[in-house]
């Protein structure tokens, strides 16, 4: 099973690589740039094909390594 | 316009951080994990409300700071 972990930071939580991006862009002449947002998107191939063990697993490993839920939030999609 | 860059290493490219992802996921006890693989998605607000305008200003951008085009790819996709 193909797992999509898509991690982001929680409104109003400054990213500070998002304003560094949007920085560059501006003095490499790019002017038209009102607002850069990042997220992280993890790909995961699972051996299970029980898709209600993924999602269980799933959650565990975003709440345990791949989120930091103080200031990011994730939604994970499944594909068989 | 609002612009999505997707970044993702090019096959065959080794990512240090997703293997670390599948290590550390290991070392948790979650052995089910078969593959990792990493994306960047970069969001940006565009003033400008030109498609081609956009698309080609989002291609300058990717080949000149968002990418790197040795090691990876990219793709663009654009909502009004």
């Known amino acids: 099973m193909k797992a999509r972990v ?3 930071f929680r409104d109003g939580v400054l990213d500070p690589e998002a304003q560094a ?3 560059a862009l501006a003095s490499l002449g790019f002017g038209d740039v009102r607002g850069v947002r990042r997220t992280k998107v ?3 191939d699972l051996a299970t094909t029980d898709r209600a063990t993924a999602e269980s697993e799933l959650k565990a ?3 345990q390594l791949l989120a930091n ?3 990011e939030t994730y939604r994970i999609s499944l594909t068989e």
């Open 61 to 63: 490993m975003c709440e």
């Open 21 to 23: 991006i949007g920085r």
């Open 6 to 8: 898509e991690v982001s």
């Open 69 to 71: 839920p103080v200031i």
């Open 42 to 44: 993890i790909e995961l």
